[in-house]
């Protein structure tokens, strides 16, 4: 099955687990598991916007993760800071890449907005094989991100 009809499957997947009445850490963790499932990527989660400017770890599936990241920090805060998507085909080219596991070697971060455009969250994913991401995650996943966050937030 290709890249794209995987994603085809997994969006109205997704669809059924936004439930807006669900806490959210249940909503995010329930898609974080279809994502990961999905595809058996090496790391899937969300990072937590937090009230002191520092993104905080929230559900995810895969090995132990770093706890925050600052803003503007490593992949996940350099997506928050820009307000869009980045996608590293080799995170050791990255500068001031965060290493919460010496295995991943490639990596995209998608920004969740809240109705009025700010980053509350970011969905974050990585592989440990290079260059894994590419335009077709990129769209399909902040359609995904973006289904997420209209529903809580």
């Known amino acids: 099955m290709t890249k794209e009809k995987r994603y ?3 969006l109205p997947q997704v669809a059924a687990l936004v439930d807006p009445a669900q806490q959210t850490v249940s909503v995010l963790a329930n898609v974080c598991a279809a994502l990961h499932q999905a595809f058996d990527w090496f790391w899937t989660g969300f990072y937590v916007v937090g009230d002191d400017r520092k993104l905080h770890l929230g559900p995810f599936q895969g090995t132990p993760a770093c706890y925050t990241i600052p803003y503007g920090r490593g992949v996940c805060g350099t997506a ?11 995170v050791e080219a990255f500068p001031g890449h965060i290493a919460c596991s010496s295995l991943s070697r490639s990596e995209i971060v998608v920004p969740l907005r809240d109705a009025g455009g700010r980053v509350r969250a970011v969905l974050d994913i990585d592989s440990t094989e ?4 590419d335009d077709t995650d990129r769209q399909w996943l902040e359609r995904i991100a973006a289904t997420v966050a209209a529903a809580i937030y």
Do not use: K, Y
């Open 80 to 90: 928050w800071q820009r307000g869009e998507t980045v996608v590293v085909p080799d």
């Open 8 to 10: 085809e499957e997994l």
């Open 130 to 133: 290079l260059a894994t991401f």
